[in-house]
């Protein structure tokens, strides 16, 4: 279960809108309650993918310390990964699956034609994705 705050939605959507037609990504920054994650901030990060922007991400090992250094600092954690997905539905691919950590909500937002139609939270759950519920708050 993700608990996802407005503003920090509000980043991610005008974040993908602005990097389309290349993927947009950033650090997921709240806390974990129990089995709930609580998503307080987006921390974006560059797409440092070198050659594939428009179907891969990469987070910069510098930049994910970052992230945990800002996270730190507000009494936070990193709790996820965000991505956008450039005319291709919000479900995880085969790559995105590689490279998953179990532990993490991963939210992807699906753009086509430069506009945020949809986006779903995500988590590992043995060797596969599965959605997670996912609830906006104030
Ligand atoms: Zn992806």
Not at 49 to 65: G, L, S
Not at 93 to 100: I, P, Y
Not at 115 to 123: A, D
Request: proline content about 6%.
């Amino acid at each position: 279960m993700l608990k996802l705050k407005e503003e920090a939605l509000d980043k991610m959507i005008k974040q993908a809108k602005r990097d389309y037609p290349y993927e947009t990504c950033g650090l997921l920054i709240g806390k974990v309650n129990g089995d709930e994650r609580i998503v307080l901030e987006a921390f974006e990060t560059p797409n440092v993918n070198p050659d594939r922007k428009h179907d891969r991400y990469e987070i910069a090992p510098k930049d994910y310390m970052k992230a945990e250094d800002y996270a730190m600092s507000k009494g936070l954690e990193i709790v996820g990964v965000y991505h956008s997905h450039p005319d291709h539905p919000d479900r995880p691919s085969e790559f995105d699956l590689k490279r998953a950590f179990p532990e993490f909500s991963y939210i992807i937002l699906s753009v086509q034609k430069g506009k945020v139609v949809s986006f779903r939270s995500w988590e590992l759950k043995g060797e596969k994705f599965e959605e997670e519920k996912l609830e906006v708050i104030d």
